[in-house]
């Protein structure tokens, strides 16, 4: 009775302050039910690049020259001869690759917290919010919208926020954790609130639920299992996810976005790896040429986003590696999978001989020598020499497995770069993230 009540307020107060969320949702599930999702995904490219040619100054003047374009995408060969859209070409050219025919109204800027070099700034298009993909995700959790929900922030919201989501969102109860000041008190006080309401969804950054998870394990509190816990913002180490399914009771599920594009794939309950949001957004893998990469190949990320008509990314390379999956999943969804993103590829550890150390591979060597830790970065200096920093979860803990780590890596460099492992009090951080990988080489 009592659900059933707050999903017909949920429904009431949708129609009232977003009537158009109810038909969004119902067309993203349709989306599914389309016998070629591939054939789809190429039309709102063609739809969009469409757009792009006649609104957008910046893709007139990049694109000009490209005699193919004259016809129009026919096909995805033809797509892969555009010239991907920079990083730095998206931070110097702002203005004008904002459409010319989109009201003020319909849309809101967004910029990035700059934990890969300097901020950049993009504009979200209102009229395609990512709440319909955020509920088709929990969906198949069986998590619902209007169910309990608790989250776990960097920062602690302004009061006057606080207050416009309570009354947004009453009756259903959701509870916040600010983990930039943790105290024992504000940890007891959470945890309470949480077997109180006894919320369906725990989400947060990766590390600040860890920490809360290390919290609950190491004074052998128990919690209210949820039904899912949502990952974000940081690559999920095997070993972080296996502590933190066993201090909530619940399965982890990750997933992979960024502030210029929100949300572009997630686990399903199976884990067999993220599936693509192939009717929103299209992925591809690349080399060094920008050309596709076999599956199962690890490669450059290009990310076109195909519901933001308000300023268009088309072939945007975020700076990202991933891979491109060739099996299926058993769940039955339509979606391709990739595999969780483990780095960037902008972001390395480099040796003087041009030796690179990807993200991905730290992650796979580091496994096994994680569950001592409460948090890692690697900090790279301009002489090429890495410190391992490190957060132990005891006093006694850390010294022996952290050596261990500067030892495979040294090895892994081929003993051209001195590495160290040090304990401290608190990682560095940038903003609201936690960077793997710290660079100050030039």
């Not at 960037?344 to 591979?361: A, F, W």
């Not at 890495?386 to 850390?398: F, K, L, M, W």
């Not at 010294?399 to 780590?405: G, L, R, T």
Request: charged share 25%; aromatic share 10%; with cysteine.
């Amino acid at each position: 009775m009592k659900n059933s009540f707050l999903k017909a307020v949920f429904s009431f107060k949708t129609k009232i302050v977003d009537p158009k969320l109810e038909g969004l949702r119902r067309s993203t599930a349709a989306n599914l039910q389309v016998e070629d999702l591939t054939q789809l995904n190429l039309r709102k490219r063609q739809d969009l690049l469409k757009h792009a040619l006649t609104h957008s100054p910046f893709y007139q003047k990049k694109y000009k020259g490209l005699d193919f374009l004259k016809k129009g995408i026919i096909r995805n060969e033809d797509f892969t001869k555009l010239p991907p859209l920079t990083r730095c070409e998206l931070r110097e050219n702002f203005g004008s690759i904002q459409a010319d025919n989109i009201s003020k109204a319909h849309f809101r800027k967004a910029s990035t917290s700059g934990s890969t070099g300097f901020p950049i700034s993009v504009l979200h298009d209102r009229r395609h919010p990512e709440t319909p993909i955020r509920w088709r995700i929990l969906n198949w959790w069986d998590v619902q919208p209007w169910e309990n929900q608790a989250f776990i922030y960097r920062y602690q919201r302004p009061l006057l926020k606080r207050l416009k989501n309570n009354l947004l969102w009453w009756p259903t109860q959701r509870i916040f954790l600010a983990a930039a000041d943790l105290n024992e008190k504000k940890l007891n006080k959470f945890v309470r609130d949480f077997n109180r309401i006894k919320p369906t969804l725990l989400q947060g950054y990766v590390d600040v639920v860890f920490e809360f998870a290390l919290y609950l394990l190491d004074n052998n509190i128990k919690i209210h299992p949820p039904k899912m816990v949502w990952v974000t913002s940081a690559p999920l180490f095997e070993e972080q996810r296996e502590l933190m399914e066993k201090a909530f009771g619940a399965p982890v599920c990750d997933q992979y976005g960024n502030t210029e594009i929100l949300l572009i794939a997630a686990e399903c309950p199976k884990q067999n790896g993220l599936h693509i949001m192939q009717d929103t957004v299209y992925i591809e893998f690349v080399d060094q040429d920008n050309l596709p990469v076999p599956p199962n190949t690890t490669g450059k990320i290009l990310l076109t986003d195909l519901t933001n008509y308000a300023f268009p990314l088309i072939r945007y390379e975020i700076g990202d590696e991933g891979k491109h999956l060739d099996h299926t999943c058993s769940c039955g969804l339509p979606l391709p999978l990739m595999e969780n993103v483990r780095g960037r590829q902008t972001v390395n550890i480099k040796t003087p001989s041009g030796l690179r150390i990807r993200g991905e591979h730290l992650m796979a060597m580091f496994d096994g020598h994680m569950k001592v830790f409460k948090e890692i970065q690697l900090q790279q200096e301009e002489d090429y020499s890495v410190c391992i920093a490190y957060v132990p979860r005891t006093a006694n803990e850390g010294q022996k497995e952290a050596e261990k780590m500067a030892n495979l890596l040294m090895q892994r460099a081929r003993s051209e770069i001195v590495v160290t492992a040090k304990r401290v009090d608190q990682i560095e951080r940038t903003t609201i993230k936690t960077p793997l990988i710290i660079s100050h080489l030039k």
